[in-house]
């Protein structure tokens, strides 16, 4: 299966709950982060199971990405050390606002962030 993930060179996503993770509200797209407190958390999709420590999560398609995320402020993440990856997994499971994948389960890694400058 394929799903697209916005990764930081650090390895974290875009949004974090715990623990360090880039501030993407100082990159001035608070919009972007105000949009995705309308995405139900992994937890309220998953029947309350919360995501855990190895898990990920990433959108399902890229026009789910291009949906929820502007270009201007994928531009901006861009040039904020992010990239966008198109990865195959061999197992994840899929709701309706997101894909929760473990690392291990990627078969392949693309580097697509090209496809949105």
């Keep these: 299966m394929q799903i697209v993930r916005i990764e930081h060179s650090d390895g974290w996503g875009i949004f974090r709950t715990q623990g360090y993770r880039p501030n993407v509200s100082d990159l001035g797209l608070d919009a972007l982060i105000h949009r995705h407190w309308d995405f139900p958390t992994p937890a309220q999709e998953g029947e309350g199971e919360y995501i855990r420590e190895n898990q990920f999560c990433a959108f399902k398609t890229i026009e789910q990405v291009q949906q929820w995320i502007m270009p201007d402020e994928i531009r901006i993440?861009?040039?904020?050390?992010?990239?966008?990856?198109?990865?195959?997994v061999s197992n994840c499971i899929v709701y309706e606002y997101q894909c929760v994948y473990e690392k291990e389960n990627i078969i392949e890694q693309k580097d697509i962030s090209e496809l949105f400058k």
Excluded: A, K, M, S
Excluded at 79 to 87: A, K, P
């Design 77 to 88: 993440l861009l040039e904020n050390d992010f990239r966008v990856y198109l990865l195959e």
